[in-house]
């Protein structure tokens, strides 16, 4: 080892540093060339160690492997990129008017002439002079009444060479994201000094995963994607590091699942009896196959020692709430409390209701637990989840907060999962001695491999397909000025007895944008126009978030009951709503909205045996957002919702709203790495199976995770 090689590398006082070989945790500031100045620049771009520059990945490369001669040089090739490599043979300059100028350089290598022009840069006069021997890598065409001289029409970036020295090897460079004060020369001499030096870099995955999955050696990999030798070697690079990142999620989250369910006792329910068997005898319709077989994968999880950790996925309207049923039925009948969590109040109360009625036969007592509740009601409520009197308690996510005690707590269902957190569900695991059971139901399409990330930790069971009988919903795309015959269909509809949703995006007029040219007329508005105007006979309701909680409530009834046939809404009736007899809803300015969203928006209607219609009203003309709004139109799959989603918005904005805390994916493409993930997968639970492996990369993962899975610190 060069100790001598890489302490002059290294400067500054902390002896540490300079004693040492770099590492990954070494900060940048011991790197040549970076002041305090610099450092706070790299900081901005989140580099502050030797491990962020090393993954500070190429956003792209230029390919300077090969050399083009001048005289070889074919103009107006689309897909050509060259690097060039000539001496400057002549400088003019341009100047229009105060601002404008142009830098014309012709540069020749022996074989021909180039001419090379920079806009508005002066200050490079001075470094631009004749007889500098210069690197151009950009596309060529002919020059603009140049008489057949060839020109760079598109300069990527080009870079003055030492002159007299022989031609550096080129290769293939990184091209990184830049900041204000560091140029991508900057981050290039970094990271090729980096390594020049002496650094050394510790495998994080166990040595026989790695060759059964024939990954290249860490530290190559890391070296290859910022300096590949070729084409080849940095695919192979890629998939190492993408291999790498995705096999640490899901070894954490493996593991979270692993310390939730071992250590502390679950609760062992008994087969099913007859108290669960008259719930199946009693539903108005027979389980569909997919929900048979959720049910039996729940049964059986729930029928163990280990803590059941499921997750329940299936699109809006595919019948999951039944499920839930039957599974805390299943505990109660085994002598404990269940607890069905969903994230709003209108649909606590409507679960609520709907369970009292399904189990009025049975001496099952059912409490609500929401927020509203009179300060007294409230704490009678806690008082009977206490003593046991209260059998299944249906409510928001309240039900997991502290002052909430069950006497025996045997089943956790949470609705929606989307809306609850990773630490929310491990806020549920540490409520008793024993860890209950736990389901976690999804209507968030996601694409089917990404479960995988975000929900790692669970089992999962699926509903792929609807229950029979459902007419599919068909969806519109229709720009407003055709709001009066939208209209008008809706009228026809509420006159052969069904009921329709309006939703729209603003709840009141003022809640446009200030200074926004564009009006968007909110929900209070449409309910005013349509209830003056076209269905001037016709009971319509208004609902949203400001309104006072009965008032809310009691709307929600009224459309219930038929007593409204049409409701003006926002997205409070988003999630869970259940009106069989809705069959049509109109979407105003729709492209206000995401596309799943949308999707469970939907959701609501389609519910009963009409044909449904739902129609996106767009206020904007632009193709982009017609085009979003026709993936709707075009399928009624949640899943393919959600790979459009997915492609439209990038990957950061989609799982940002997922919380799913698992770290960001730095290399990792969600929409083409799927090989990858699955693989990851497998060799994350070949880890689980290896004592020894798992011994190896355990540190690493706590490390890693110690904030987001405290649960597993805790172990
Ligand atoms: P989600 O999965 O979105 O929660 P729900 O559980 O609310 O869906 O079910 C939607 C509707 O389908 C409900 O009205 C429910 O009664 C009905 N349903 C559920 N399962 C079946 C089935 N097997 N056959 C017919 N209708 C069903
Ligand atoms: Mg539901």
Redesign the pocket.
């Known amino acids: 080892m060069h100790i001598s090689a890489a302490a002059s590398f290294l400067y500054g006082s902390d002896m540490m540093a300079k004693a040492n070989i770099l590492n990954l945790r070494t900060d940048v500031k011991y790197l040549n060339g970076v002041g305090p100045k610099r450092a706070a620049s790299l900081q901005k771009l989140g580099i502050s160690t030797i491990e962020d520059l090393v993954t500070y990945y190429p956003r792209a490369y230029e390919d300077r492997s090969s050399i083009t001669a001048i005289g070889e040089l074919f103009p107006d090739r689309e897909d050509c990129i060259y690097t060039v490599i000539g001496i400057i043979v002549n400088i003019r300059e341009k100047i229009y008017g105060r601002y404008r100028s142009i830098l014309m350089a012709t540069i020749s290598d022996g074989t021909g002439y180039l001419q090379v022009n920079w806009f508005n840069q002066r200050f490079l006069k001075k470094s631009l002079t004749v007889g500098k021997r210069i690197l151009v890598y950009g596309k060529v065409g002919l020059a603009y009444g140049g008489r057949g001289m060839l020109a760079v029409t598109r300069l990527i970036s080009f870079e003055l060479l030492e002159s007299g020295a022989a031609i550096q090897k080129q290769g293939i460079l990184p091209v990184y994201q830049l900041a204000e004060s560091i140029s991508q020369k900057y981050i290039r001499r970094l990271t090729e000094n980096l390594w020049a030096s002496d650094i050394r870099i510790d495998e994080i995955i166990p040595q026989p995963i790695r060759s059964r999955y024939k990954l290249m050696p860490r530290q190559r990999a890391l070296q290859s994607i910022h300096y590949p030798g070729n084409n080849e070697e940095l695919t192979k690079a890629r998939e190492t590091l993408a291999f790498e990142e995705l096999y640490v999620i899901q070894c954490g989250l493996l593991l979270l699942k692993r310390d939730s369910q071992q250590g502390i006792d679950g609760v062992r329910h008994l087969m099913s009896g007859s108290l669960v068997n008259s719930i199946f005898d009693a539903l108005p319709?027979?389980?569909?196959e997919d929900?048979l077989k959720a049910w039996k994968d729940i049964e059986k999880d729930m029928e163990q020692q280990i803590p059941m950790r499921r997750l329940l996925e299936?699109?809006?309207?595919?019948?999951?709430?039944?499920i839930a049923l039957m599974a805390l039925v299943k505990t109660v009948e085994n002598g404990y409390q269940g607890a069905f969590m969903v994230p709003t109040e209108i649909l606590a109360r409507q679960h609520y209701e709907k369970f009292t009625e399904l189990l009025k036969e049975t001496a099952i007592k059912v409490g609500l637990l929401v927020g509203s509740l009179s300060v007294k009601k409230h704490r009678d409520t806690l008082g009977k989840i206490a003593n046991h009197e209260l059998d299944i308690v249906i409510g928001t996510h309240a039900i997991i907060q502290e002052t909430v005690k069950f006497a025996a707590l045997g089943l956790a269902v949470t609705?929606e999962q989307h809306r609850f957190g990773i630490s929310q569900r491990a806020a549920l695991d540490k409520k008793g001695e024993y860890a209950p059971d736990v389901l976690v139901?999804t209507?968030t399409p996601i694409p089917r491999t990404m479960t995988l990330t975000v929900y790692g930790d669970l089992d999962v069971s699926r509903?792929e397909r609807l229950?029979?009988?459902r007419k599919p919903i068909r969806t519109f795309v229709r720009e407003s000025d055709r709001r009066q015959l939208i209209y008008e269909f809706v009228k026809k509809e509420i006159v052969a007895g069904r009921q329709a949703y309006v939703v729209c995006p603003l709840i009141e007029e003022s809640d446009n944008p200030d200074g926004s040219s564009h009006h968007v007329p909110s929900a209070e508005e449409i309910y005013n126009e349509l209830s003056q105007g076209i269905f001037k006979n016709i009971p319509i309701g208004l609902i949203h978030g400001r309104l006072k909680k009965d008032k809310k409530q009691q709307t929600m009834a009224d459309f219930y009951e038929n007593k409204l046939s049409l409701l003006v809404a926002t997205t409070v009736i988003e999630v869970?709503v259940?009106v069989?007899n809705a069959s049509i809803m109109v979407i105003e300015n729709a492209e206000r909205f995401g596309l799943a969203q949308l999707h469970q928006l939907r959701?609501r209607i389609g519910?009963g045996q009409y044909s449904s219609y739902c129609i996106l009203v767009s206020g904007s003309k632009s193709a982009v957002s017609r085009e979003r709004l026709e993936v709707l139109r075009d399928t009624t799959s949640g899943f393919e919702v959600a790979e459009a989603d997915l492609r439209l918005r990038g990957a950061g904005q989609f799982f940002g709203s997922m919380q799913h805390g698992t770290g960001d994916l730095k290399i990792v493409n969600v929409m083409k790495d799927t090989d990858i993930l699955l693989r990851a997968r497998q060799a994350a639970l070949e880890t689980m199976a290896d004592a020894e492996a798992l011994e190896s990369i355990r540190p690493y993962l706590m490390l890693k995770y110690k904030d987001k899975f405290s649960h597993i610190n805790d172990a």
């Open positions: 319709y027979s389980l569909t929900q299936g699109d809006v309207g595919s019948g999951k709430t039944v609705d139901m209507a509903i229950p029979p009988g869970g259940d069989p959701g519910r």
